[in-house]
């Protein structure tokens, strides 16, 4: 009973806390993507973890054209 009480008031406090670091806006999405979508935006990449990815990613090649894109630019 004890630990109730105790988890109850670390809760009370969680919440005292968010009102008073101010409101936090709810939004709702359509799809997951476009929560990712949201998220990679309004969340920045440590730039430690982009050099890694750009040197990862250097190495893969690009993939072909479609034919039907290569038809149209003759």
Do not use: C, Y
């Amino acid at each position: 009973m004890k630990q109730h009480s105790k988890l109850s008031s670390e809760q009370h406090q969680e919440h005292i806390s968010e009102q008073q670091s101010g409101q936090r806006t709810v939004q709702e999405f359509a799809t997951a993507e476009e929560l990712l979508r949201f998220d990679a935006a309004s969340i920045p990449v440590p730039s430690t973890i982009a050099e890694r990815l750009a040197k990862s990613s250097a190495d893969i090649p690009k993939p072909n054209r479609s034919w039907w894109k290569r038809l149209f630019d003759h």
